[in-house]
């Protein structure tokens, strides 16, 4: 299972690496937020995937699993969505100050 939660994770980073490289300001967002949902997942496989029962201690159960890589990806959720709000704002602002969401456009470079 580790093997393939390693892999996801490793097309979400490469999907998301190819669209930071796009000239348009939504791809970049969207390359931002793949590489983020590429962490999570790493994070959680780091974790561990095993099962075990609640971390409440009762009597009987003798493996429990580890609540600490659920509690960083929540972590990370929170922050990725501020920063994907805030970097779709922006783009929003720039292209309906420029008129463009061109990279190339908004640099001042010219681009045809």
């Not at 994070?43 to 009762?58: C, D, F, N, S, V």
Request: charged residues 15%; without cysteine.
């Amino acid at each position: 299972m580790e093997l393939v939660m390693a892999t996801l994770a490793g097309i979400l980073f490469m999907t998301g690496v190819y669209n930071l490289l796009q000239k348009q300001l939504l791809r970049i967002v969207i390359g931002t937020a793949l590489i983020s949902h590429g962490a999570h997942l790493f994070i959680l496989t780091m974790g561990e995937l095993k099962r075990g029962a609640p971390p409440i201690l009762t009597d009987g159960i003798e493996q429990y699993t580890d609540p600490l890589p659920q509690a960083l990806i929540l972590t990370s959720i929170v922050i990725s969505f501020g920063v994907t709000s805030l970097l779709l704002v922006l783009a929003y602002r720039a292209a309906k100050i420029n008129g463009t969401d061109n990279m190339e456009q908004l640099r001042g470079n010219d681009y045809e």
